[in-house]
């Protein structure tokens, strides 16, 4: 490892009732992406709130090069070249993004005569290293959650900080965004900024860190190890104590069920080119490929979203043109879990129990002739209860909710909406291990019972657990499909032969 510049040494936490911390260590180098890996719970935002002076430790030492710190309060941490990204969101809505970003830095003159134009030519600066296309003069209360995110980002970059932390700054961002945040964290990590990364989405680990600590219930399942040599399967492990298990599920073949979507030459606006797929009743067709093959895209397509150029979609049979998510549902009864929540999956502002019922109030409407809360929540309160939504009350704005209980809601609206044709993309993302065995318990269930799923997944054990049959796409063609037989190491070697070109046999 290059020089430590921050360790953590034996740190304890506990909070009335819970052992939050118990005996943490963690050390940084210089010039690396450390990874902090653990399920909800096992105490990542503790040691984060510990170390930038949000928490006071129990017992332990932090080391700054090498000296013991101690940090009061949030400020004395900044101001010893520490910023942080916290979980939840820290910003002040009725401030414009500029003031927000630059908050830290202005301190107490920001109450005093500021220039605004300077703050807003130094925000903007740090807008456009993320990409991010929002005037700084408007207040950070009309953004949506994937910018509000990256406003925090913005604001703890502003800081120029030897180390920074960053806890799960992916969850709310789209596929995009994170490519952007990625090339930004290298540049750091190359300019010398010692970086601790948050996540749940172990490709992304893999993809950008260095170094990983993952805790389990509070202590160190490992401190501070090279990632170099460490498989998909090893992270897991250690942040569970045990393999992510394929369950022991039968092999399904729905292929002489009669086809419910089929897709004949499709080519599209954005550059499929001849795409034959038949999704079957009852079948979970998987699509697996790398970021950028143009799964999504291809799902958008169906939506009305992207332009068909040629080929035909036939959906029960029947030639259709989907022209929006609206009339998917209601006249093709197909239904679509996005892989970015925020954007059209839920709407932030709205509660539990209206985003969960949102698709099915119509159904519902048509059933009964009026509709009243009770019937919406008689539907809706037995999903949410399945899917063990952890929310004070279904009247909870949903953009309050942790991203893992964001997500789950997003398939809670459509187990109550009933559709006939399901497309999931990236279902699993940003919910924990245990909580993803659960949903896919509820996928096969959802299928066993007729639902034709068109599953997206980078998760190849994800794929192999679910899929029936698997259609490899890259660079938006569909380069083979095989059959699921269910053994892990036979799926994903074919699987990935598919991908770097060999017809499959
Ligand atoms: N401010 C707090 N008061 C009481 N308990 C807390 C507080 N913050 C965290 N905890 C508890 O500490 C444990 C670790 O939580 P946390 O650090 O948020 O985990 P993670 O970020 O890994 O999901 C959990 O049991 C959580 O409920
Ligand atoms: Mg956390």
Same mark, same amino acid.
């Given at each position: 490892?290059?020089?430590? =510049?921050?360790?953590?040494? &034996?740190?304890?936490?506990?909070?009335?009732?819970?052992?939050?911390?118990?005996? =943490?260590?963690?050390?940084?180098?210089?010039?690396?992406?450390?990874?902090?890996?653990?399920?909800?719970?096992?105490?990542?935002?503790?040691?984060?709130? !510990? %170390?930038? &002076?949000?928490?006071?430790?129990?017992?332990?030492?932090?080391?700054?090069?090498?000296?013991?710190?101690?940090?009061?309060?949030?400020?004395?941490?900044?101001?010893?070249?520490?910023?942080? =990204?916290?979980?939840?969101?820290?910003?002040?809505?009725?401030?414009?993004?500029?003031?927000?970003?630059?908050?830290?830095?202005?301190?107490?003159?920001?109450?005093?005569?500021?220039?605004?134009?300077?703050?807003?030519?130094?925000?903007?600066?740090?807008?456009?290293?993320?990409?991010?296309?929002?005037?700084?003069?408007?207040?950070?209360?009309? @953004?949506?959650?994937?910018?509000?995110?990256?406003?925090? +980002?913005?604001?703890?970059?502003?800081?120029?900080?030897?180390?920074?932390?960053?806890?799960?700054?992916?969850?709310?961002?789209?596929?995009?965004?994170?490519?952007?945040?990625?090339?930004? @964290?290298?540049?750091?990590?190359?300019?010398? *900024?010692?970086?601790?990364?948050?996540?749940?989405?172990?490709?992304? =680990?893999?993809?950008?860190?260095?170094?990983?600590? %993952?805790?389990?219930?509070?202590?160190?399942?490992?401190?501070?190890?090279?990632?170099?040599?460490?498989?998909?399967?090893?992270?897991?492990?250690?942040?569970?104590?045990?393999?992510?298990?394929?369950?022991?599920?039968?092999?399904?073949?729905?292929?002489?069920?009669?086809?419910?979507?089929?897709?004949?030459?499709?080519?599209?606006?954005?550059?499929?080119?001849?795409?034959? @797929?038949?999704?079957? $009743?009852?079948?979970?067709?998987?699509?697996?490929?790398?970021?950028?093959?143009?799964?999504?895209?291809?799902?958008?397509?169906?939506?009305?979203?992207?332009?068909?150029?040629?080929?035909?979609?036939?959906?029960?049979?029947?030639?259709?043109?989907?022209?929006?998510?609206?009339?998917?549902?209601?006249?093709?009864?197909?239904?679509?879990?996005?892989?970015?929540?925020?954007?059209?999956?839920? +709407?932030?502002?709205?509660?539990?129990?209206?985003?969960?019922?949102?698709?099915?109030?119509?159904?519902?409407?048509?059933?009964?002739?009026?509709?009243?809360?009770?019937?919406?929540?008689?539907?809706?309160?037995? !999903?949410?209860?399945?899917?063990? %939504?952890?929310?004070?009350?279904?009247?909870?704005?949903?953009?309050?909710?942790?991203?893992?209980?964001?997500?789950?809601?997003? *398939?809670?609206?459509?187990?109550?909406?009933?559709?006939?044709?399901?497309?999931?993309?990236?279902?699993?993302?940003?919910?924990?291990?245990?909580?993803?065995?659960?949903?896919?318990? @509820?996928?096969?269930?959802?299928?066993?019972?007729?639902?034709?799923?068109?599953?997206?997944?980078?998760?190849?054990?994800?794929?192999?657990?679910?899929?029936?049959?698997?259609? %490899?796409?890259?660079?938006?063609?569909?380069?083979? *499909?095989?059959?699921?037989?269910?053994?892990?190491?036979?799926?994903?070697? $074919?699987?990935?032969?598919?991908?770097?070109?060999?017809?499959?046999?």
């Amino acid at each position: 490892m290059t020089a430590p =510049v921050l360790e953590a040494r &034996g740190i304890s936490k506990s909070f009335p009732g819970v052992r939050a911390l118990q005996d =943490v260590s963690m050390t940084l180098g210089r010039g690396s992406i450390h990874a902090l890996l653990g399920e909800n719970g096992a105490g990542k935002s503790t040691l984060i709130k !510990v %170390v930038t &002076g949000v928490h006071q430790l129990d017992a332990g030492t932090l080391l700054l090069d090498g000296n013991s710190v101690h940090f009061a309060g949030p400020r004395e941490a900044i101001a010893a070249g520490i910023a942080v =990204v916290h979980q939840e969101r820290n910003l002040i809505p009725r401030f414009s993004v500029g003031e927000n970003i630059l908050l830290e830095r202005l301190g107490d003159n920001l109450l005093r005569s500021v220039d605004h134009g300077a703050i807003h030519a130094e925000a903007k600066r740090w807008l456009d290293v993320l990409e991010l296309d929002v005037d700084s003069r408007i207040p950070v209360s009309r @953004l949506n959650v994937a910018k509000m995110q990256l406003v925090e +980002i913005a604001k703890a970059l502003s800081l120029r900080s030897r180390v920074l932390l960053l806890d799960e700054p992916t969850a709310s961002l789209t596929p995009h965004e994170t490519v952007v945040l990625f090339g930004l @964290l290298r540049k750091l990590r190359d300019e010398g *900024v010692s970086i601790v990364f948050v996540s749940h989405k172990l490709e992304e =680990v893999q993809e950008i860190c260095d170094q990983v600590t %993952v805790l389990r219930d509070g202590r160190n399942a490992c401190d501070s190890r090279s990632m170099a040599g460490l498989g998909r399967q090893d992270l897991v492990r250690l942040m569970i104590g045990r393999s992510e298990q394929i369950p022991n599920w039968s092999v399904r073949d729905r292929t002489t069920a009669e086809p419910v979507l089929e897709l004949y030459g499709i080519a599209t606006s954005i550059g499929h080119n001849g795409i034959d @797929l038949t999704l079957h $009743r009852g079948e979970i067709l998987g699509l697996y490929g790398l970021i950028g093959a143009g799964r999504t895209e291809l799902a958008k397509s169906i939506l009305g979203i992207y332009r068909i150029t040629s080929g035909e979609i036939r959906i029960g049979g029947q030639t259709a043109h989907i022209r929006s998510m609206a009339e998917a549902i209601h006249c093709y009864r197909l239904g679509y879990i996005s892989e970015d929540r925020k954007q059209e999956g839920l +709407i932030l502002m709205h509660s539990v129990l209206e985003n969960a019922g949102m698709t099915v109030w119509r159904k519902l409407a048509g059933a009964f002739g009026v509709l009243t809360d009770r019937t919406i929540r008689a539907r809706v309160e037995p !999903v949410i209860r399945q899917l063990d %939504v952890r929310t004070p009350s279904l009247a909870q704005t949903v953009g309050n909710l942790s991203g893992g209980n964001q997500q789950k809601i997003s *398939v809670a609206k459509w187990l109550a909406a009933e559709v006939s044709i399901l497309i999931v993309d990236e279902p699993s993302v940003g919910i924990d291990i245990k909580t993803k065995a659960y949903l896919h318990g @509820l996928l096969r269930q959802l299928a066993d019972r007729g639902t034709a799923i068109l599953l997206i997944t980078s998760d190849m054990p994800e794929m192999i657990t679910l899929a029936d049959r698997i259609a %490899v796409m890259d660079e938006y063609r569909v380069k083979g *499909v095989i059959a699921n037989d269910r053994v892990y190491e036979g799926m994903s070697e $074919r699987i990935m032969h598919l991908i770097h070109g060999q017809e499959a046999a």
